[in-house]
């Protein structure tokens, strides 16, 4: 049997909801044991926070923790980072440089030459570097990207994606209580891009991945509501893309009401697809004139949903699941470059690091169009300024 790959983790004390998230994804499928950290850059809580969770080997410092777990005999094979967006590069490097592979939480960074420059260092090293785009792992999410693969819905013509949430809509930051809300809108910590980075990206990405499609040129408007907020807390974007489809794409974490409201439609030519993720265990499928289809995870056929799928259907998989998937296929990706073996066809899913500097090219271009009126900006491409 294959040992358990030896993970560590940067960020995520006590508190930290995403943190949790990770450990409970990393070792739902047994293919990750976590053994060390640096989860807080305070020393007396990154000790208490190593303590609560059963680390074997604390850290105060991350780059300690990279070079001291580059030369065990024992170190760690992978890094989770969960840490505020500022930190990602700067600790992604430190450790790719240690030759340890990096699951990295998103947005990549807090720039588009950040995340290039990671993109490059994750080649020259050959680690792996996963993006947690969590809501990719879901078995209907790979499914709805099959379908579009394999041609059901015809030539793609619109797609809309939306994510809506509210626990921005007061200003919770300015009391000093809300860490999670303190640092994402700071934009010394969370980067030039508040709601855009933190769940707009996260739509651009579950369009992107769903449609096989990337904008060629992009309308948009980022706006804050709330007074005294420094950073974004809404945008909203029209997108235009080479084969002559069209889009739209909106995020809000001001929507009062709102929950954790991230949708996507895609419209073809013969049929139409639509995702809720409040719902992941359903996808519906309708056919121009047609009847709509209300698809299930556990009874869709492809090889794509049931590499991702757990239990049987009516068993309801969720958030947790599809973060786990994410480390799962991590997990097969890290095994095979380890042994110099082929990446496993059914881990080709794993949002890359490329697909991170994606998303940083769909932030800059959203702010430039802001910036001019919502002018009509074009997407930069590699090696483009």
């Known amino acids: 049997m294959t040992r358990k790959l030896r993970l560590g983790m940067v960020g995520g004390g006590q ?219 809404h945008v909203q974007a029209m997108l235009r893309y080479a084969s002559g489809a069209r889009g739209m794409l909106w995020a809000s974490q001001v929507a009062s009401g709102a929950e954790n409201a991230l949708r996507l439609r895609v419209y073809g030519t013969k049929a139409s697809l639509a995702f809720d993720q409040e719902h992941p265990n359903e996808l519906w499928f309708t056919p121009r004139n047609g009847e709509a289809q209300r698809l299930t995870r556990g009874r869709v056929h492809g090889a794509a949903a049931a590499h991702a799928t757990r239990v049987p259907p009516g068993h309801p998989e969720g958030y947790l699941e599809a973060s786990a998937q994410l480390y799962l296929d991590a997990a097969l990706q890290i095994e095979a470059l380890d042994a110099g073996r082929p990446v496993p066809p059914e881990s080709r899913l794993l949002v890359t690091v490329e697909d991170g500097v994606a998303g940083l090219r769909f932030i800059d271009a959203v702010l430039a169009s802001s910036a001019a009126n919502s002018a009509w900006v074009k997407l930069p491409t590699s090696g483009s300024s």
């Open 15 to 233: 508190g930290a909801f995403i943190g949790a998230v990770h450990r409970i994804a990393a070792r739902l499928d047994g293919r990750f044991d976590l053994v060390a950290g640096a989860l807080s850059s305070d020393p007396a809580r990154a000790r208490a926070s190593a303590a609560e969770v059963g680390l074997a080997r604390c850290y105060t410092d991350w780059r300690e923790m990279a070079h001291q777990e580059a030369v065990r005999e024992d170190g760690i094979d992978a890094v989770a980072i969960v840490t505020p967006n500022h930190l990602h590069a700067p600790v992604a490097t430190a450790f790719l440089e240690a030759g340890i592979h990096v699951v990295c939480d998103k947005p990549l960074a807090v720039s588009r030459a950040e995340g290039e420059a990671l993109a490059t260092l994750a080649r020259d090293t050959g680690r792996l570097f996963a993006l947690t785009h969590t809501y990719s792992g879901y078995p209907l999410v790979r499914h709805a990207r099959h379908m579009v693969e394999a041609g059901e819905l015809g030539e793609i013509r619109i797609v809309q994606a939306e994510y809506a949430q509210d626990w921005l809509a007061e200003p919770v930051e300015q009391g000093g209580e809300n860490r999670q809300a303190a640092w994402r809108t700071d934009p010394a910590l969370a980067g030039p891009a508040g709601c855009l980075g933190d769940i707009g990206t996260h739509a651009y990405h579950l369009a992107a991945f769903v449609s096989g499609m990337t904008p060629e040129s992009v309308s948009a408007e980022v706006h804050t509501f709330v007074p005294g907020r420094r950073i974004d807390d």
